[in-house]
């Protein structure tokens, strides 16, 4: 069949507060043009992101009836390790109430000032939580062609990452795979590309960590286009990722299919204890660290039904509709379109706004107006820095982010969508840039205040 249905029904709903462009005008307005300051009934499609937005299912629902409460040894927490244990293979798993706290634990523990950390790329918040230690984290994503259709464009560089383990020897705190590969487009890494990392690292006795919160996904990725993989299940290879790991940090808000959770998974016993005493002081004990054992019970759940292959393909061919969708208006994305986001190069599509003028944020603003969309700038306002004269050093790419969250929204949802970005590909010369008033030392994006530039 050519149209591929969402293969679950919808028992509960949640109404959407339409609005008027003059209501949203005002919105965006109060809220500095900083979605992030929106309110989420000033929004009708939110894709800001895909992080602890999912539906759970009904499955879900019904095991946080079950969930045992209990501070020490819960039968919830029991179950949820044994999931993460058969998935990940890793001995030591400690539960973390999101992925940036299990971030805050190995990174904190790992990173100081001579440091660094490589990776094929760093999220914000893997970044930021390195940066805070003192320590450096070094980007090294694949070199393919951009236009190309080379479907693994998530990779690391590994003649870079050779070089980089050379030179700078025991300072390497880590390396770091993420899967799928965020920050670069939502793309996957391919299990050679990680393999050879993992050989990398073994020879130069340097721990490789998996970032696994969207394992799922890249897993449909591979099975799909990596020869060998075709008969496999999805689960069956991410265990087999998780086998190239030391250890693994999961923020389980994505492919944990809940709305909130993380974990964190090690091989070796002594970083296991240091991080253990880490999780104790500022997460909770061993046995829950930050989570009620109602989320626990969903989350031993969700990580099962994620790896169903009818929600897979549905999942990764809903989000290729809208990619392919906008692409087809001429709006220029990045390509091929990767598993829980479409990424719009808005440099390219607004090539009017200078990169000081943050083009990306111009065309979040403006899905907003036109549409009720809420999306995500991912390039300088993100990862902008200033030089010592305060002069903006840009992101690598003025990206914005489309993100779906999973089992909410419906094909007509998308298609609204797409009509969208055709009334934005008409009016693309009229639009104008931003500059930032106000803003905070560490991740500014989500705080940080703007005002129209009146000119291009
Ligand atoms: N690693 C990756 C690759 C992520 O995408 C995120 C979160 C985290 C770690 C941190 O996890 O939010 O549970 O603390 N990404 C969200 C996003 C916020 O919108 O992409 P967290």
Redesign the pocket.
């Known amino acids: 069949m050519k149209t591929i249905i969402e293969p679950f029904k919808i028992k509960m709903v949640e109404p959407l507060r339409m609005s008027t462009r003059n209501e949203r005008e005002t919105f965006l307005k109060n809220a500095f043009y900083n979605p992030f300051l929106l309110t989420s009934d000033q929004v009708i499609i939110d894709l800001?992101?895909?992080?602890?937005t999912s539906a759970m299912s009904a499955a879900q629902w019904g095991g946080m009836m079950q969930g045992d409460e209990s501070y020490a040894g819960a039968s919830s927490w029991l179950k949820m390790e044994k999931v993460i244990r058969a998935l990940t293979g890793h001995e030591f798993i400690f539960p973390t109430?999101?992925?940036?706290?299990?971030?805050r634990i190995l990174y904190g523990y790992l990173g100081k000032p001579g440091k660094v950390f490589i990776s094929n790329t760093?999220?914000?918040?893997?970044r930021a939580n390195i940066e805070f230690t003192g320590a450096e984290a070094i980007d090294i994503p694949s070199p393919s062609d951009p236009d190309s259709d080379f479907p693994f464009k998530g990779n690391i560089d590994l003649n870079k990452l050779e070089e980089l383990l050379k030179q700078y020897g025991k300072n390497v705190a880590g390396v770091i795979i993420?899967?799928?590969?965020?920050?670069g487009g939502g793309q996957p890494v391919s299990m050679e590309n990680m393999k050879s990392a993992s050989a990398l690292c073994r020879k130069h006795s340097v721990n490789l960590f998996l970032?696994c919160?969207?394992i799922a996904e890249n897993s449909w990725f591979i099975r799909l286009h990596e020869s060998g993989y075709q008969n496999k299940t999805c689960k069956s290879i991410a265990q087999e990722m998780f086998g190239y790991a030391d250890g693994a940090?999961?923020?389980?808000?994505?492919d944990g299919l809940v709305n909130?959770?993380?974990f964190l998974t090690l091989r070796n016993k002594e970083l296991a204890d240091a991080c253990q005493n880490l999780l104790i002081i500022t997460e909770g004990f061993i046995t829950y660290g930050g989570l009620s054992g109602r989320d626990m019970e969903a989350i031993a759940q969700g990580l099962e039904e994620v790896f169903d292959h009818d929600y897979l393909h549905y999942r990764i061919t809903s989000t290729g509709f809208l990619g392919k969708g906008v692409k087809a208006l001429g709006v220029p994305v990045v390509w091929p379109i990767g598993g829980?986001?479409v990424y719009v190069d808005a440099a390219a599509f607004y090539s009017h706004i200078p990169v000081h003028h943050y083009p990306a944020q111009a065309l979040v603003c403006e899905l907003y107006l036109a549409g009720g969309i809420r999306a995500?700038e991912i390039g300088s306002v993100m990862f902008g820095k200033y030089d010592d004269d305060g002069n903006l050093i840009p992101a690598r790419r003025e990206l914005v982010?489309l993100?779906i969250p999973r089992r909410v929204y419906t094909q007509s949802h998308i298609e609204y969508v797409i009509e969208v970005f055709e009334e934005l590909s008409a009016n693309r010369q009229k639009t104008t840039g931003l500059k930032i008033i106000k803003e905070p030392a560490f991740l500014r994006h989500f705080t940080c205040h703007f005002e129209k530039t009146g000119a291009a």
């Not at 109430?97 to 971030?103: D, F, I, V």
């Not at 940090?249 to 994505?254: E, R």
């Open positions: 800001l992101t895909d992080s602890g109430h999101q992925g940036r706290a299990a971030e760093h999220f914000d918040t893997t993420t899967a799928t590969n965020n920050s970032d919160c969207r940090i999961m923020s389980l808000k994505k909130m959770g993380g829980h986001a995500v982010r993100a």
